[in-house]
């Protein structure tokens, strides 16, 4: 289990970015992939935005141009930068490993663990 850490939440302003951070807190990093999912109210949680091992990335389509992933292995570090914001961002993101399922999709390493998350909140 990787636990972790996320920061860099809070009120933005439309047309606004954010970075958000999060702390892996992990011996071995660099082999997992890893993962940032939002959580709207009254919505599923959704992953948004992957990069892997290898540090090849992917983006849920909503967010394609907008959101960009990023890792810093020497750090244990994992961030998303989120630019042009817009209402409809609002929600609570987690970071999470991940790993492959039968169908190769991306799911959490594992199902039970999540950390506090952290609150983007998108509004004049």
């Known amino acids: 289990q990787v636990r972790v850490v996320e920061s860099g939440g809070g009120l933005v302003q439309p047309g606004g970015s954010l970075k958000l951070s999060c702390e892996a807190i992990?011996?071995?990093?660099?082999?997992?992939?890893m993962g940032w999912y939002r959580q709207a109210p009254g919505k599923e949680r959704e992953l948004v935005a992957v990069?892997?091992?290898?540090?090849?990335?992917y983006y849920g389509d909503t967010v394609k141009g907008q959101f960009t992933i990023s890792r810093d292995n020497a750090k244990n570090m994992v961030y998303l930068q989120m630019n042009n914001l817009q209402p409809e961002d609002t929600a609570v993101f987690y970071c999470?490993?991940?790993?492959?399922?039968?169908?190769?999709?991306?799911?959490?390493?594992?199902?039970?663990?999540w950390g506090q998350g952290t609150q983007v909140t998108v509004s004049p």
């Open positions: 999470n490993s991940l790993q492959t399922d039968y169908a190769g999709r991306f799911v959490p390493l594992s199902d039970n663990y």
């Open positions: 990069i892997d091992s290898g540090g090849h990335t």
């Open positions: 992990t011996r071995i990093f660099d082999v997992y992939a």
